[in-house]
């Protein structure tokens, strides 16, 4: 058995690697260029590809802006970077820095802590600095935009699929406010159709180099253009794209996104988060500033879960859940507490029942732009079949019996359970009544429900 499970998995390996090599031609213009670099394909990845409905349902992830932030002072932006340390403010001195002191494993590991189901990572931020080293950059007579040797992208993949965590790389196609005039002229950026042609340069090396190690792309400022989209699906017809709608509150999805997203939220601020509203697109909340950089944990564990279970539960929430915003300093330290608060959300979301693998409830219908206030019970999500609802009990009634109107949806409930005790539950006109257990969970009691024939 095991030899034929061997043989199987040899043979689904060499056809994914055959036709990715097929892909890669067709991406690089079909001139031979060929593989240059190490192409990873290790691990999961080989039969377990992380398209479109992986992040449809997907519930909860990591976005990290780790960077080498460099800009113009005649231009007048500077939003700030990656601080070397707690207590130092500075930038690292150079991209080769910041990816030589870049901790992949530890990193990778910090992720799965929190149970994040993928992570989106700056490849560049402010000023176009790349975290790899680049012959497209080089070749622009930009060496100093890119590494030397240090590779970022190179140390998470390694990292990362060692616990099955896909990658998305985050890019600003439209930085050039941010770029001096004479890097500008040299990438060819002096134009929107110059600067998109520099960008399908970039993204050919990028999949030249990691192959399915990268999962897809994060596009800010919003986005690039259609052929760029159309060069990413060619080089991998699987990959996800995420365009950035930005800071207003706007629920259309992008064309040319798979996803709505937006960066609309915020940060996640001290005190209960059932006071934040929820929505449906791709919730980016900053747990502190979106990078390092001297601040500390403002909340604990419970409140990111709570939010996440209810993000998760929101109405139409198939734009990968909430992705959680933090990072580490240069150093690879973290700002206070922020690790440990990620390790502990990590630990509740594993504890509870209900989150992953679940869509938004359509029995009990969550709907966005509304914060959960102290007379709701909670929020369900369900299986994708509907079989099972769970119904995540965030307020527990005072007297101990939790009602529930009909069903929106017309299921109909034959056994209601908390964990391995079964729960009394009545019908009640249209709805139920269900006799909470004689201990609550104060973070979330998690009442399973199983449907029957109606």
Known sequence: MAAGKNMKRSFVCILIC????????ACAGGGGAGLSGPVVLGGEYMENRFGRAYFERARVGLFTHYTYATYDESKGTDWGGTWYSKDDS????SPEEAAAMFDGEEYARTAHDLGAEYVVFTLAHAGFNLLFPSETMKAAGCPHKCTEKSDVVAKL???????GIPLVLYLPPNDSHDISDGDLKKM?????RARMNFLKKLIRELYERYGYGISGFWFDQGGPSEDVCDLVRECDPDAVIFINTGVTANTEKHPLSDFIVSEYYGSIAAGDSDALTTHYSQVNRQIGNWWASGNSAPTDARSIYRYSVRTAATQGQFNAGVAWACGPYIDQTWEDGVRELLAQTGGLLRLHEGIYGTVPGKSYVTAPDVPLEKGDWGVSTESPDGSTVYLHVL???EDGVLTLPAP???KRFVKAEYGSQSLEMQRDGGGYSIVMPGTCDPTDTVIRLTAGSP
């Open 18 to 25: 055959l036709s990715f090599c097929v892909s890669l031609c």
């Open 90 to 93: 500075r930038p690292a001195s």
């Open 157 to 163: 993949i390694a990292g990362l699929d060692k616990y």
């Open 188 to 192: 060819g950026w002096r134009s929107d």
């Open 395 to 397: 307020n527990p009634p």
């Open 408 to 410: 929106a949806d017309g």
